[in-house]
């Protein structure tokens, strides 16, 4: 039985999961180590990261190195003498960091690797119509998401989930794989297996702009995939061309109708309660969306002040 001295390294809400509970279980945390404080808002004011946020309540030591490849902090994480170190949403680790401790340090990912290494892979699995996802968690090497396999779990992805109820499963899934993966390590029974590379695997490629605007000449299940992979953050968009105006929109919120049609691709069709894209095999329909500086809202609400012309179009 190994005497556990653990450095957790995380930033977002779905990081803080995992280490509340290994404190939870009474695990030796000697550090924590998560980004620096970034401005926000309109008064730039100092925002704290969840994982910080909630080291200070717990009472942690924290660092928020900048650099991580710097002396002093390779200085600062030596003195916390730690013998395991685990990863969970943070940033890639120089060698020097990762391969300090004496039991390794290991990362949870959400998704079934070798697919879906990357940056987002929760949206990618749902933008791809992927029926199943997981968390895996891997002991680092000098590639991303590359490492030995310890354990993995399988999750369903139900056909209108979106990528926030999805984050959530996998935020507790995830939690409880970090907690086995750290029994296994304690116990000395951690065994790894190399991840298998063949020619098939998919990427979670970073999200921007231009992968995150929806093309209505896809199929009708393309689009309705992107619009759930993304939502509720960072969200589908596209142009809105309405009454001599072009407007960037973001949606939220959709469903799907299979009909058969002779409006053209991205022809915008409303009421006074709905609101309807024409697409190749029938209708997207729009629930939730947000408007340039305005409020998300549902389309009811819209309709109620906003009026689309008969050639108005998505694009």
């Not at 119509?129 to 399988?154: C, N, P, R, W, Y």
Request: charged letters at 25%; proline letters at 4%; a positive charge.
């Amino acid at each position: 039985m190994k005497d556990l001295r653990i450095v957790f390294m995380g930033t977002p809400h779905f990081s803080v999961t995992m280490l509340k509970t290994l404190v939870e279980k009474n695990y030796t945390i000697v550090g924590v180590i998560t980004a620096p404080d970034k401005p926000a808002g309109r008064g730039r004011k100092l925002n704290e990261s969840a994982v910080k946020r909630y080291a200070k309540e717990a009472g942690l030591p924290i660092l928020q190195p900048t650099n991580l490849k710097s002396e002093d902090f390779i200085e600062e994480l030596k003195a916390l003498k730690a013998n395991l170190q685990i990863v969970v949403a943070f940033r890639m680790l120089p060698k020097v960091v990762w391969q300090m401790p004496k039991y390794g340090t290991f990362n949870l990912h959400a998704s079934l690797l070798p697919n879906y290494r990357g940056a987002a892979p929760i949206n990618w699995a749902i933008i791809n119509g992927e029926t199943k996802t997981g968390v895996s968690t891997f002991f680092i090497d000098e590639k991303i998401d590359t490492g030995e396999m310890i354990l993995q779990k399988e999750i369903a992805i139900e056909p209108d989930e979106n990528a926030g109820s999805l984050h959530d499963k996998l935020m507790y899934n995830g939690s409880k794989l970090v907690l086995k993966t750290v029994e296994a390590i304690k116990e000395g029974k951690a065994k790894t297996t190399p991840q298998i590379e063949n020619k098939d695997i998919k990427t979670a490629y970073k999200l921007n702009k231009n992968n995150c605007k929806i093309d209505w000449n896809k199929s009708i299940t393309e689009i309705y995939n992107k619009i759930r992979g993304l939502s509720p953050y960072p969200a589908a968009w596209c142009e809105l061309l309405n009454n001599s105006e072009t407007l960037d929109i973001k949606i939220y919120e959709a469903k799907k109708e299979i009909a058969q049609h002779h409006y053209q691709t991205g022809l915008i069709l409303s009421t006074k309660k709905t609101l309807k894209v024409a697409v190749k095999e029938g209708y997207i329909e729009i629930l939730e969306l947000k408007l340039p500086g305005k409020k998300l809202m549902d389309t009811k609400s819209l309709l109620n002040g906003y009026n689309f012309k008969n050639d108005a179009e998505m694009r």
